[in-house]
């Protein structure tokens, strides 16, 4: 039997009756309670009848909603669907790109996109206020072909965001706050050279060319695909913006590598392994991978070009050894580095932590492992190497054993050395600096399309051409 339909006077009564009873008065039953609140109702006015009014609506909205056996509302479970479906599009679209690439026997040449934006605060509608944006292209032949990295002058902040600015600037990117940040303020202008570089692959770079697939770090996607609704418009271009997790890509990329290069293993043994790579970031303190900002500070670790540049050292670090791609430094690796097969004698025998070839991966060893450095070390004489039982892997103590022979690898991989002919990091996109060297607070409202960050709508903007 269906539950009987109350009305405002229903929820009033009750409202009555709670504030009576904490007066110590006693009622025999809702009769008495009606008869004594009845009168009092009758003498309210709109304005006082409004709460209890609106709990009339919201119970009836609820019982409104088609419920499922189990008594779950269709509707929240339409919108759960709808998120699935669409994680779900954006994976086969990722392994659809990845194996496409594969069957052409060009997996190495193809390119990829990461992003990374830092923001200043969170607002009540979802939208975030952003600092600064980093990308990288980047395949596996080639390493990081090129980056791109912006400061971001939003204007003022919303009322009332300047504590959550400051305390979430202090804590990681310590970029100025509006209206003395750093960077461009004209959101067209943004978009223009963010936009040509997302079509830097292209040889039409127009807005009518759709946006390649953009991955980041899965905790970064909402504020991703805020950032850059409001910086490309996508209200008034219409253009499709699609933001995929880098650990899922990672996961299907390594799956098609050792299928391309016919290995035995099957890749990652869990689809939670790459995330736990790229969380363990082995590369956050590398330097001069950061914009100048970061790099005075010292704080590259949390400048987005960093970020990308690094996810991308931990992508080649795992699948490049198994392609026989040579790592070169400030491409695949830092430049502070040297790659294993620097170290060891023959493709053939190299082992990256990472990579597949490392029989040490889920805390295994063999004896050819052993005994291939064991001649190593033989070869080379009285040259002694550290106790490495204390220091942290890729993986953490629990998966690799470095008494093992993970261990020769994992002091050999990050010996420093000096060479000056080691290639640099590509320098960044043509939107990152001034050749004067960092852009100068820029005070007032600027100029070009604006974005209002008072949880209203983004202005609209006729710019639809990266031209």
């Known amino acids: 039997m269906p539950k009987k339909k109350h009305n405002a006077f229903f929820y009033f009564m009750l409202d009555y009756k709670r504030r009576e009873e904490a007066k110590g008065r006693r009622f025999r039953g809702m009769e008495e309670v009606s008869r004594l609140a009845g009168p009092?109702?009758?003498?309210?006015?709109?304005?006082?009848?409004?709460?209890?009014?609106?709990?009339?609506?919201?119970?009836?909205?609820?019982?409104?909603?088609?419920?499922?056996?189990?008594?779950?509302?269709?509707?929240?479970?339409?919108?759960?669907?709808?998120?699935?479906?669409?994680?779900?599009?954006?994976?086969?679209?990722?392994?659809?790109?990845?194996?496409?690439?594969?069957?052409?026997?060009?997996?190495?040449?193809?390119?990829?996109?990461?992003?990374?934006f830092g923001y200043f605060c969170a607002l009540s509608d979802g939208r975030y206020v952003p600092a600064e944006v980093g990308?990288?292209?980047?395949?596996?032949?080639?390493?990081?072909?090129?980056?791109?990295?912006?400061?971001?002058?939003?204007?003022?902040?919303?009322?009332?965001?300047?504590?959550?600015?400051k305390q979430h600037s202090e804590n990681f990117h310590q970029l100025p706050l509006p209206p003395v940040a750093l960077g461009e303020q004209d959101f067209d202008m943004i978009a223009h050279r963010l936009g040509m570089f997302l079509h830097s692959s292209d040889k039409n770079k127009t807005s009518e060319n759709p946006l390649p697939l953009l991955f980041t770090d899965r905790g970064d996607i909402p504020h991703v695909e805020s950032i850059l609704k409001d910086i490309l418009n996508v209200q008034a271009t219409g253009m499709e913006v699609v933001v995929c997790p880098l650990s899922e890509m990672f996961f299907l990329l390594k799956k098609s590598v050792l299928y391309y290069s016919l290995s035995l293993p099957e890749g990652f043994?869990?689809?939670?392994?790459?995330?736990?790579?790229?969380?363990?970031?082995?590369?956050?303190?590398?330097?001069?991978?950061?914009?100048?900002?970061?790099?005075?500070?010292?704080?590259?670790?949390?400048?987005?070009?960093s970020?990308?540049?690094?996810?991308?050292?931990?992508v080649s670090d795992s699948c490049c050894l198994d392609l026989h791609i040579e790592m070169i430094p400030g491409k695949h690796i830092p430049t502070d580095c040297i790659s294993l097969l620097d170290v060891l004698s023959t493709k053939d025998d190299s082992v990256s932590v990472l990579s597949s070839g490392n029989d040490a991966i889920c805390g295994q060893t063999t004896d050819r492992s052993s005994d291939r450095h064991s001649n190593l070390r033989e070869n080379e004489g009285s040259e002694t190497y550290p106790s490495s039982s204390s220091h942290a892997s890729a993986f953490g103590g629990d998966y690799i054993d470095l008494e093992s022979s993970a261990s020769r690898t994992m002091e050999d991989r990050f010996k420093i050395r000096d060479d000056p002919t080691a290639q640099q990091l590509p320098t960044a996109g043509p939107g990152s600096m001034y050749s004067r060297g960092l852009i100068h607070p820029v005070l007032g409202l600027g100029r070009g399309r604006r974005v209002a960050y008072d949880n209203t709508p983004p202005v609209v903007s006729n710019r639809k051409s990266f031209k």
């Open 40 to 116: 009092i109702w009758q003498n309210m006015d709109a304005r006082k009848r409004a709460p209890f009014v609106e709990q009339e609506k919201q119970n009836s909205a609820q019982r409104s909603q088609e419920k499922l056996n189990a008594g779950s509302a269709v509707s929240l479970i339409a919108k759960e669907q709808t998120v699935v479906s669409k994680a779900t599009q954006i994976r086969n679209r990722v392994e659809a790109m990845i194996s496409q690439a594969t069957d052409n026997n060009r997996l190495e040449r193809l390119e990829f996109y990461f992003i990374s």
């Open 269 to 305: 043994p869990s689809e939670s392994i790459p995330q736990i790579l790229l969380d363990r970031d082995i590369y956050s303190y590398t330097p001069k991978i950061s914009c100048e900002f970061h790099e005075q500070q010292g704080n590259g670790t949390y400048c987005a070009l």
């Open 307 to 314: 970020r990308c540049v690094r996810w991308a050292y931990v």
């Open 135 to 165: 990308a990288v292209r980047y395949s596996l032949e080639g390493g990081i072909l090129d980056t791109f990295h912006m400061l971001i002058n939003p204007g003022p902040l919303p009322a009332g965001k300047r504590l959550d600015a």
